[in-house]
């Protein structure tokens, strides 16, 4: 394979990463090569946190390092092993079946290839990724980034026609991911299960000294720990819950030791406001809906927990970094929720509108996204589009907006339209919003995955020149059925 000479591309060179963990780790190999491979999208704001310089991003050079043609300069590529538990139950051992380590930069980022071909950890898969799948994942990797969501970022995606089989033949892409980190609940799971208990030191240890210095200093480091991820995890789901993101496969393998966003599957922005809506045509039981998302993150990091009890020992130690969310989630959800509505700050009032609000959003399903940026919008001055004509019941909902008036009003210069503009988006990947850029793909035209990239990428801005982005979903969003396959 070749090696590329580069003084502008990334150099992957950083000592003391992931790799030095050992060869229990992970399983080094060549990414497959990607026959004939095309762009599909870039991100220029993720190339900018790589330091990677604009011109080389356009060069062949970097076409063929990001489809797994070529090596950027100090790779040793890795597929990671981890196991984890799946739709509640134990799956044993997985890993990275279809994703590759390339290294990691100066700057303390790690690339991370998905769709690059077999690995040891393939199990019944073909380690490819579809052009459909990849293009969700890139698109709504820096979706939520631009939302000031955690998440794992995209740096680009290139596409290849080599056939890929799933319920029908599609065509082969791959996704450049970046991230600090890209260990999972399920790392830990992998050699605390496994009986593999210095390993599971070597990786918490290495997890802390990495990503949580902090801990070191606590009496027990490695509850300290527990408690650190369950807080980010708590901050992560509440912002989850505020925009109306469905992850869809809360697994504990997809859950990030640094509380990013990871994996992007069968995700979906709610439409109409389900609490009960689940995203994965897969998930039978409903066991990742969207109200169930924050228990099932506490479930998640209960197996955690569990996973560092060798590390941890004391169980009252580990319940009281658990029980931490208990506190934190409603917190953060609350500080969300009264940003939504333009507090600062959470209060009883607060606290009454949110839950009035969403009884009544739930009983008419009415539009998440564009409910709340009405709100915002009407509370800045523009009444163009009341937020009334959204609801049936307008008896209901001029009460309500009564009560949230009364509140401002109480409020003065404490209230805050502006902070209403900068939390509530006008405009998310919807599902039939990613649809429109896949099948605009599939012919070969990838203006719309850049385009739709440009607008997430400003969720807050208003777009007047992609209004109907801003707008409801057409009848046929309801009929788009996301499953686990990709
Ligand atoms: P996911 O549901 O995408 O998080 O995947 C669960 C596990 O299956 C992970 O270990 C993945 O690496 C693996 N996997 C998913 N799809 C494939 C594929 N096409 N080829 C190989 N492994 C896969
Ligand atoms: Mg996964």
Redesign the pocket.
Known sequence: MNLLATSSGPVLARPGGFANLGPAFYTELLPTPLPDPYWVGTSASSARLLGIDAGWMARDDALQAFSGNALLPGSRPLASV?S?H?FGAWAGQ??????LLLGETAQGQEIQLK?SG??P?????????VLRSSIREFLCSEALHGLGIPTTRALCMTGSDAP?QREETETAAVVTRVAPSFIRFGHFEHFSYSGQHDELKRLADFVIDRHYPACRAAVQPYAALLEAVTRRTATLIAQWQAVGFCHG?M?T??MSILGLTI?Y?PFQFLDGFDPGHICNHSDHQGRYAYQRQPGIAHWNLCALGQALMPLIQDSDAALAALDTYRRAFPEELAARMAAKLGFGQACEGTGRLTDELQALMARERTDHTIFWRRLARQAAGDGAEPVRDLFIDRAAIDAWLLQFEELTAQHGRGHSPDLMLKTNPAIVLRNHLAEQAIARAKLKDFSLVQDLLAALERPYDGHPAHADWAGFPPDWASHIQIS?S?
């Open positions: 981890y984890g799946q997985l890993g990275d079946g279809r994703a769709g077999l690995t950890y393939s199990r019944m898969g073909d380690g490819r990724a890929v496969v697994n393998d997809n994996d599957g686990c990709s």
